[in-house]
C-alpha cells in the first residue's frame, strides 16, 4: 500500500516536472525541473530494489551532466523563446502523431504478452546476502565482460571526438613547457658579448 | 603446355591492350606508333612460336588435352567455363591464325606507315587474333560464340577502319547485318543444343549426340529430324561468317578495308571459322545425313557462283575476295561428303597462298599509291619484279599447279584430295559438287592468270605519272611474302601425309569424327587416275585461255563482253544479288522502320510514353527534393511518422 | 557465479584493431601533429591485418562471450568488406586532407574506431552487444563528419547526424526494451526461441513484439540510410568532408545492412511474413527516392547520396525475397557496391579546379577531353551502378531481382526494374556530360595517383567481374548459408 502510493507519487511527479522542463519559459527552469524529474526516476528505481542505479542517477544526471546543463545554459544565453516559435504551428500534426503513437501503446500495454518461459529468464535470482551493487559488478566484469570494454571504447571515441572537435592551438599563446625548462644550460640560455668600449652594440 | 597455350591465346589480347593504352590515354605521336607496331607484332609472333610448339607436341606428338581457366557462368543447369581444348584441329588453328597474323602485323608496319592511326590498327589486328583464338580454343558452344562474335565486331571496326569514307562505313555495317543473320541462326541452335542435351560442353555434347539420333523436335510449324535441325541452324551461322551463297554479299565489300585486314580477316582466317565450326562439329553432322548434303550442295553452288562472278571483275581485290568465296565452297563441299579432313587441309594451304596473293596485291596498290582497278594497271613485271614473283608462286598455288605423282604446289594436293572425295563419295550431291568442282577450277586458274596478266604484263593503261613512279615495297612488306611463299609452296607436300595421308588417323585422333561408311578421303585414294589428273588440265586449259585472250590477242574480251552482253552483265552485277535483296529485304524494312519511327514511336510511343513519362518524372523528381528541407526537426518528425505509420499498419492489419 | 570462459581468439581480429587503436592513439599523440601519414600507414596495415585475420578466422560458426558475439561465415564475409571499405577509405583520404590542411592523426584513428563498432555489429549476437557496436560506431561517424571544424556545412552535418542519431538509438533502445519485455532476454537465441514458441503454437504474434520489431526497424532503417529515414543522408553527405562521405558512402553501410540482415534473421526468423511486410515498404520507398530525388541535385556528393539510398533499397529487396538466396543476393549487392562507390569516390575526390575541391555535378563537362582514363572508368562506375550489362552492377541487380521473382514478389521486381530505368536518367547524365559537354572550367591535371591506383583496382574489377563471377558468388553463398543453420 505504502509502496503504490510512493510509486504514483514519484511518477506524477515525475511526470509533470517532464512536461515542465518543456514548457518552461526560463531555460534555468527548465534545467532545475529536469533536476527534479531526475531525482524522482532515481526514487523509483530505488522502489524497484535497484538502490545502485538510483545512486547513479544521482551522482552522473544530477551532479554531473544536469549541473552542467546549468552552466551551458547560463554561458551561452540562448533565446529558447525564439526556438520555441514554431511549437504552436506543429502542435497539430505533431500532436495528432503523438496521440496516435500514445494510444497504439496504452493498447499494447494494456494487452501484454508475454512469451512462454519469458518468466524464468527475467526473474534475475538474488543470491542470499549479494547486494544488488555486488551482483552487477559481477555480471560486468564476467558476463558482460565484452560490452563492457566496448562501452570503455565508446567513451573513448567521445573523448576523442570532443578533443578533435575543439581543442585549438592558438599561435602567440605563451604555454609552459616543464621539459625545455629544465633541459636549458647556461650555454643555450647565456649569450656572452664582448663590446669594445666605445663602439656601443 | 598449359603456359604454352596462355602465351599463344593471350599474348594477342596482352598486344592490344599495349596499343591501346596510349589511345586511351590521349597520347599521339611517331614513338607511340612504333611503341604500337613492336608490342603487337612482338607479342604475336611469340604466340606463332608458342603455337608451333603446341603443333609439335599435340599435334605430331598426339598428346590431346583441355583444361579449364574459370568458370564463366553457372546458373542452374546451365555451366559454361572459359577453357582451352587442345587437339589436332585447334593447333592446327592456331598455327595458321598465329602465323598469318604474324606476317600480316609486320606486313602492316610498311602497309600503314602513312596512316594516321597506326596504334589503333595494330590494336583491332591484335584483338581480332585474340578473338579469333578463343573461337578456335573453344571447349563449349558458348565460348565459341564468344570468339565468333568478337570477330565479328573486330571485323567491322577493321573494315569501317577508315571511318571517313562512307563506303567504309557501308561496307562495315553491311557485313555487320548480313553476319547477324548468320548469327541469329548459331544461336539458335545453341539454344536448341542446350535443350536437347542440357549441356553446351562439346564433349559432353558429342558423346550424347547417338543417343539422340532418332529424336524429332518441331521448329517453328513443322516437325523434323532433330539433329539435322540443329545442324542446319548451326551451318547457317557457318553460312554467314563464311559467306557462303546467300549469305556472302558482305564479303566483296568487306575489301573496302585496309588490304592487310582483307588478307588476315577476309582470306585467311576469320571466314574459315565457319568450315571449322563444320569441322569441329562433325560428330554432330556425322549423324544428320540430310544436313550433309545441304552443306555439299550449298559449298558447291559457292564455288561455281564466285568462280563466275571472279571471271570478270575488274578491282584487283575484288577479283581475290570472289576467289576467296570460291574457295570457301570448296572447303564446305568437302566437309559435306564427310572429308573434313580435307576441308581443314584445304583451309590450312588457302590460308597461306590467299594471304600471300592479298598481300601481293596489296603491294600492287601500294606501287601505284592506291589505284585498284586492274584496268588502270599492266606493264608493272618489270617494275616490281619481287611482287609479281610471288603473285605469281601464289596464283600457281590457287590455280593448283604441280606435276602429278612428283611434286606440287600448296594447291594441288589440297584442292584435288577434295575434287577426289567429292567424286569417291559415290552419291548424288558428292557427283554433282565434283562436277562444278571441276568447272570452278578452270575458271580459277582462268581468272588468276587474268589478274596476272592484267596486272603485270602488256603495257601501261592508267595513270602514266603513277606508273613511271610505281616502285618496289619496303622490306619489311616483302619478308611477309616470303614466309607465306614458303608456306604456299610446300604446305601442302609437307602437310599432305598428316592430314589426308596414310598418318591421318593418328594425326586427328579423335578431333575429327567419320563414320566408317562416310570415310570418303579413304575412298578418294582409290579413284580412277583420270579423276586424279582432271582437275590438273582444266587448271592448264584455263591459263592458256587466258593467255589466248589477254595476250595473244587483247581485244578479244571486250568482244566477247559485247557478244555475250546479258551474260556478262549478269556476272558483272554478281549474279544481281544486291538487287535482289536491296528489293525483297532492305527497302521494305526500311518502310517499315520509317513507319513504325515516324507514326509507331514518334507519335505514340515518344509522346505517351517517353517523352510524357520524362516530364512527369521530373516533376515527381521536384516535389521529391522540395521534402528536403534542411532543418533536423522535419526529418526527426518525417521519421517518427515512419515509425507511427509501420507500428499502425500492424495495428490495423491484424 | 562462475565467471563464463572466454575464447579470446573468437574476437582476434576486433581485438587486434581495437589494441592497435590505442596504440596508434599514443603514437600520434606522443609525436604530435605532424605524425599524420605514419599513422594513416600503419592503420591501413592493422585494417589489411585485420582483414587477413578475420578470412583466416572463418570457419564453422560458434557463439562466443556468453553468448554476446557470434562468429559465423556472414559475419566474416561481412567484415572483409567493410575492412576493405575502411582500409579504401584511408587511402582515398591521403590526398584531400593533404590538400586541404586537414592532416590530423585522430582522422585515421577514428576510422579505426569506427570500424571497431562496424565488426561488434556484424557479430553481435545480443541487444546489447548490437547497441554498444552501433552507438560505437556511430559516435566516430558523428565526430568524422563534423571533422573540418572551421567550416559550418561540416560542423552542420555533423551536428544533424549526432541528433538524428541520437533520436534512432533512442528509438532502437525503446524497441529493445519492449522484445526484452516480452521474451525475458537479450539474447538472439532466446528471443528467436520465444518468437517460434509463439509461432509454432498457433497463436497470433503479439502486438508488442512487433511494435519492438518495427521500432528496431526503423533505427536499423536509419543506419542504412533507407526511406522514409533517410533524410539526414544528403545534407550529411554534402556537409562532411569528401573522404568522410566516400567513408560513409562504403563502410558503414556495409555494416547497418549486415547488422539490420543478422536482427531480421536470426531473432525473428519465425515472423518473417510479419516484418516482410514493413521492409518491402521501406524497399519501395527507398528505391524510388533514390530514383527521383537525385534527378534534380546538381551537387555530386547529395547526388551520391540519393544513389545510395536507392541501392540500400534494392539490398533490401533480397530481404524480402528472404531465404538463403536472397541473403546471398544482398552480400553480393554490397561487395559490388563497394568497388562501384569506391571508384565513383575516387574520382569526386580528385577533382579540383585551380587547386580548391569543387563538387558540382557540371564540373565534370568535358572530362573525356582532359582525363580520358579517369571519365572512362568513372563512365563504368556510372554504367555499372544504372545496371547496365556485362557491368558487375548489372548483376548485383540481377541476383537481387532474380531472388525477388522467386520469391514470388512480382511487384517488388517491376518495381526495382522500373526505378533502375529512372536512376539510370541520372547515371547517365553525368556519362552525358563528361563525353559531350564543353568544359567552362578544366579540371586539374595530373589526376592524384594514389586516387588513380584505387581507382583503376575498382573499375577493372566493376568491368571484368563478368568474367569469372563464381568466386565471389561462391563465397556471397557460403556466406548466407551461414545464416540459416540446419
Redesign the interface.
Known amino acids: 500500500m505504502i509502496q503504490a502510493i510512493a510509486f504514483y507519487l514519484f511518477a506524477g511527479v515525475m511526470i509533470a516536472s517532464a512536461v515542465m522542463v518543456v514548457s518552461a519559459r526560463n531555460p534555468v527552469h527548465s534545467v532545475l525541473f529536469l533536476i527534479l524529474a531526475f531525482f524522482n526516476a532515481a526514487a523509483l528505481f530505488v522502489l524497484l530494489g535497484a538502490e545502485f542505479l538510483a545512486m547513479i542517477l544521482v551522482v552522473v544526471y544530477v551532479g554531473a551532466v544536469a549541473v552542467l546543463f546549468l552552466f551551458v545554459v547560463m554561458m551561452l544565453d540562448i533565446n529558447f523563446a525564439l526556438l520555441r516559435e514554431?511549437f504552436m504551428r506543429?502542435l497539430p500534426?505533431?500532436g495528432a502523431?503523438g496521440l496516435?503513437?500514445l494510444a497504439?501503446?496504452v493498447?499494447?500495454g494494456m494487452?501484454?504478452?508475454?512469451?512462454?518461459?519469458?518468466?524464468?529468464?527475467?526473474a534475475a535470482p538474488m543470491?542470499g546476502g549479494v547486494d544488488n551493487t555486488r551482483a552487477l559488478g559481477?555480471?560486468i566484469y564476467?558476463?558482460?565482460?565484452?560490452?563492457f570494454?566496448?562501452?570503455g571504447?565508446?567513451l573513448?571515441?567521445?573523448m576523442?571526438?570532443a578533443?578533435?572537435?575543439?581543442l585549438r592551438?592558438r599561435p602567440g599563446v605563451k604555454r609552459q613547457d616543464i621539459g625545455r625548462q629544465l633541459s636549458r644550460t647556461r650555454d643555450t640560455g647565456v649569450e656572452i658579448v664582448k663590446i669594445k668600449p666605445r663602439t656601443g652594440v | 603446355m598449359k603456359t604454352l597455350a596462355l602465351l599463344a591465346v593471350f599474348l594477342p589480347l596482352a598486344g592490344f591492350a599495349l596499343a591501346g593504352l596510349p589511345i586511351v590515354a590521349g597520347r599521339k605521336g611517331h614513338g607511340v606508333d612504333r611503341w604500337a607496331q613492336l608490342a603487337t607484332s612482338i607479342c604475336v609472333g611469340v604466340a606463332a612460336l608458342a603455337s608451333m610448339s603446341l603443333f609439335w607436341s599435340v599435334g605430331l606428338g598426339h598428346q590431346p588435352t583441355s583444361f579449364e581457366l574459370f568458370t564463366w557462368i553457372d546458373s542452374g543447369a546451365f555451366e559454361a567455363s572459359w577453357a582451352i581444348k587442345l587437339d589436332a584441329l585447334s593447333v592446327v588453328m592456331l598455327c595458321v591464325v598465329t602465323i598469318v597474323s604474324t606476317c600480316v602485323h609486320v606486313y602492316s608496319i610498311g602497309y600503314m606507315s602513312h596512316d594516321p592511326a597506326i596504334p589503333r590498327f595494330m590494336a583491332y589486328l591484335s584483338l581480332f587474333t585474340f578473338f579469333m583464338l578463343m573461337l578456335v580454343t573453344a571447349d563449349n558452344f558458348v565460348q565459341m560464340f564468344f570468339g565468333w562474335e568478337g570477330v565479328g565486331l573486330a571485323s567491322y571496326l577493321l573494315i569501317g577502319f577508315w571511318y571517313d569514307r562512307e563506303s567504309a562505313n557501308a561496307a562495315s555495317i553491311k557485313a555487320f547485318v548480313v553476319n547477324r543473320v548468320g548469327d541469329f541462326g548459331f544461336a539458335l541452335g545453341i539454344f536448341g543444343v542446350f535443350m536437347m542435351f542440357g549441356s553446351v560442353h562439346f564433349d559432353t555434347v558429342f558423346a550424347a549426340a547417338p543417343d539422340h539420333v532418332g529424336d524429332q523436335i518441331s521448329f517453328l510449324w513443322f516437325e523434323g529430324h532433330a539433329l539435322t535441325i540443329l545442324c542446319l541452324l548451326l551451318f547457317v551461322g557457318a553460312m554467314g561468317k563464311s559467306a557462303q551463297l546467300g549469305l556472302h554479299t558482305w564479303l566483296p565489300d568487306a575489301m573496302e578495308g585496309p588490304t592487310p585486314v582483307s588478307a588476315l580477316i577476309h582470306a585467311a582466317t576469320m571466314v574459315t571459322a565457319g568450315v571449322f565450326m563444320v569441322a569441329r562439329l562433325s560428330p554432330m553432322f556425322e549423324l544428320a545425313p540430310a544436313a550433309l548434303h545441304s552443306v555439299c550442295i550449298v559449298g558447291a553452288l559457292t564455288a561455281i557462283f564466285a568462280a563466275s562472278v571472279g571471271l570478270v571483275q575488274n578491282d584487283i581485290k575484288r577479283v581475290i575476295a570472289y576467289s576467296t568465296c570460291s574457295q570457301l565452297g570448296y572447303m564446305f563441299f568437302a566437309a559435306g561428303v564427310s572429308a573434313y579432313s580435307a576441308a581443314i587441309f584445304h583451309l590450312m594451304t588457302h590460308a597461306f597462298f590467299k594471304a600471300l596473293l592479298f598481300l601481293g596485291s596489296g603491294s600492287v596498290i601500294h606501287a601505284l599509291e592506291g589505284e585498284q582497278d586492274m584496268r588502270r594497271m599492266g606493264g608493272l613485271g618489270p617494275k616490281i619484279r619481287i611482287t609479281y614473283w610471288m603473285m605469281m608462286i601464289g596464283s600457281l598455288a590457287l590455280a593448283g599447279i604441280g606435276i602429278p605423282f612428283v611434286f606440287g604446289l600448296a594447291g594441288f594436293y589440297s584442292k584435288d584430295i577434295i575434287l577426289e572425295s567429292a567424286f569417291a563419295a559415290h552419291s548424288g550431291p558428292g557427283a554433282f559438287a565434283f562436277w562444278l568442282g571441276i568447272a570452278a577450277a578452270g575458271m580459277t586458274a582462268f581468272y588468276s592468270w587474268r589478274l596476272l596478266f592484267m596486272t603485270f604484263s602488256g603495257h601501261a593503261r592508267g595513270d602514266h605519272h603513277a606508273h613511271e613512279h610505281a616502285h618496289e615495297s619496303p622490306a619489311v612488306m616483302l619478308v611477309p611474302l616470303y614466309v607465306l611463299a614458303v608456306g604456299a609452296v610446300f604446305a601442302g607436300v609437307l602437310g599432305y601425309e598428316y592430314f589426308v595421308g596414310h598418318h591421318r588417323e593418328a594425326f586427328w585422333g579423335a578431333a575429327i569424327k567419320v563414320l566408317p561408311e562416310h570415310d570418303s578421303v579413304e575412298h578418294a585414294h582409290h579413284v580412277p587416275v583420270w579423276v586424279k589428273v582432271l582437275p590438273l588440265v582444266v587448271s592448264v586449259a584455263g591459263i592458256g585461255m587466258s593467255y589466248g585472250l589477254y595476250i595473244r590477242n587483247p581485244a578479244k574480251p571486250a568482244e566477247l563482253a559485247a557478244r555475250f552482253a546479258g551474260l556478262y552483265r549478269f556476272l558483272l552485277n554478281k549474279w544481281w544479288f544486291d538487287e535482289l535483296y536491296d528489293r525483297i529485304f532492305v527497302r521494305p524494312s526500311f518502310a517499315l522502320g520509317m513507319g513504325f519511327w515516324k507514326k509507331g514511336d514518334a507519335a505514340v510511343i515518344d509522346g505517351l510514353g517517353a517523352d510524357g513519362l520524362a516530364a512527369n518524372t521530373l516533376v515527381a523528381a521536384r516535389r521529391m527534393s522540395a521534402l528536403q528541407t534542411g532543418y533536423v526537426y522535419h526529418y526527426a518528425f518525417a521519421m517518427l511518422i515512419g515509425v507511427v505509420a509501420f507500428a499502425t499498419w500492424y495495428f490495423v492489419s491484424r | 557465479m562462475n565467471a563464463p570462459a572466454f575464447s579470446f581468439s573468437a574476437a582476434l581480429p576486433e581485438l587486434f584493431l581495437s589494441l592497435s587503436g590505442l596504440a596508434l592513439l599514443l603514437f600520434g599523440a606522443l609525436t604530435g601533429e605532424k605524425s599524420y601519414r605514419r599513422v594513416a600507414a600503419l592503420a591501413l596495415i592493422a585494417l589489411l591485418v585485420a582483414a587477413v585475420l578475420v578470412l583466416f578466422g572463418a570457419g564453422a560458426r560458434s557463439v562466443e562471450f556468453g553468448g554476446l558475439f557470434v562468429v559465423d561465415g556472414f559475419g566474416a564475409f561481412m567484415k572483409a568488406l567493410v575492412l576493405l571499405g575502411a582500409a579504401l577509405g584511408i587511402v582515398l583520404s591521403l590526398d584531400y586532407n593533404r590538400r586541404e590542411e586537414l592532416e590530423r592523426f585522430e582522422f585515421p584513428v577514428l576510422i579505426v574506431f569506427a570500424t571497431v563498432g562496424m565488426m561488434l555489429m556484424i557479430s553481435a549476437s545480443d541487444l546489447i552487444s548490437l547497441y554498444l557496436g552501433l552507438e560505437l560506431q556511430s559516435l566516430a561517424l558523428y565526430v568524422m563528419a563534423a571533422f573540418r571544424r572551421d567550416s559550418v556545412k561540416s560542423t552542420e552535418a555533423g551536428l544533424k547526424y549526432f541528433v538524428l542519431g541520437a533520436l534512432s538509438s533512442g528509438m532502437l533502445l525503446y524497441g529493445a526494451s519492449l522484445i526484452y519485455g516480452f521474451t525475458g532476454s537479450t539474447n538472439f537465441a532466446a528471443i528467436a526461441g520465444a518468437v517460434s514458441g509463439v509461432v509454432k503454437s498457433g497463436a497470433p504474434v503479439p502486438l508488442g513484439v512487433l511494435f519492438g520489431v518495427v521500432f528496431v526497424l526503423a533505427a536499423l532503417a536509419f543506419k542504412v540510410s533507407a526511406a522514409p529515414f533517410h533524410m539526414w543522408t544528403p545534407d550529411v553527405y554534402e556537409g562532411a568532408p569528401t573522404p568522410v562521405t566516400a567513408f560513409f558512402a562504403v563502410a558503414p553501410k556495409v555494416a547497418a545492412t549486415a547488422l539490420l540482415v543478422r536482427v531480421l534473421i536470426e531473432p525473428f526468423g519465425a515472423i518473417a511474413p510479419q516484418w516482410q511486410q514493413v521492409v518491402w515498404l521501406v524497399a519501395v520507398l527507398s528505391m524510388i527516392v533514390g530514383a527521383f530525388a537525385a534527378i534534380w541535385q546538381t551537387n555530386v556528393k547529395r547526388l551520391m547520396a540519393y544513389s545510395s539510398i536507392g541501392h540500400v533499397g534494392y539490398a533490401l529487396v533480397g530481404l524480402v525475397a528472404g531465404g538463403p538466396g536472397g541473403v546471398s543476393a544482398i552480400a553480393l549487392y554490397m561487395a559490388i557496391y563497394l568497388f562501384m562507390n569506391i571508384a565513383a569516390f575516387s574520382v569526386i575526390l580528385g577533382m579540383r579546379v585551380q587547386g580548391r575541391a569543387v563538387e558540382r555535378i557540371g564540373d565534370l563537362a568535358g572530362l573525356s577531353r582532359t582525363h580520358p582514363l579517369v571519365a572512362a572508368a568513372l563512365a563504368v562506375a556510372m554504367f555499372a551502378m544504372a545496371g547496365i550489362p556485362p557491368l558487375a552492377g548489372f548483376f548485383s541487380k540481377f541476383y537481387i531481382f532474380d531472388a525477388a521473382v522467386r520469391g514470388g514478389h512480382y511487384v517488388l521486381a517491376v518495381v526495382g526494374v522500373l526505378t533502375s530505368v529512372f536512376g539510370a536518367f541520372y547515371y547517365l547524365r553525368i556519362v552525358k556530360l563528361m563525353y559531350f559537354d564543353e568544359a567552362t572550367e578544366t579540371l586539374d591535371r595530373p589526376f592524384p595517383a594514389s586516387l588513380g591506383a584505387v581507382l583503376a583496382g575498382a573499375t577493372l574489377f566493376t568491368f571484368f567481374f563478368f568474367l569469372a563471377p563464381g568466386p565471389l558468388v561462391r563465397a556471397a553463398n557460403a556466406a548466407a548459408a551461414s545464416l540459416f543453420p540446419g
Not at chain 1, 501484454?112 to 527475467?122: E, K, T
Not at chain 1, 578533443?163 to 575543439?166: A, C, F, K, N, R
Request: hydrophobic content about 60%; glycine content about 8%.
Open positions: 514554431g506543429y500534426v505533431g502523431v496516435v503513437l497504439e501503446l493498447f499494447v494487452a501484454w504478452i508475454d512469451a512462454a518461459g519469458s518468466a524464468q529468464l527475467r543470491h559481477r555480471l564476467t558476463h558482460y565482460a565484452l560490452v570494454q566496448a562501452s571504447l565508446v573513448l571515441v567521445a576523442i571526438g578533443i578533435v572537435l575543439t592551438q
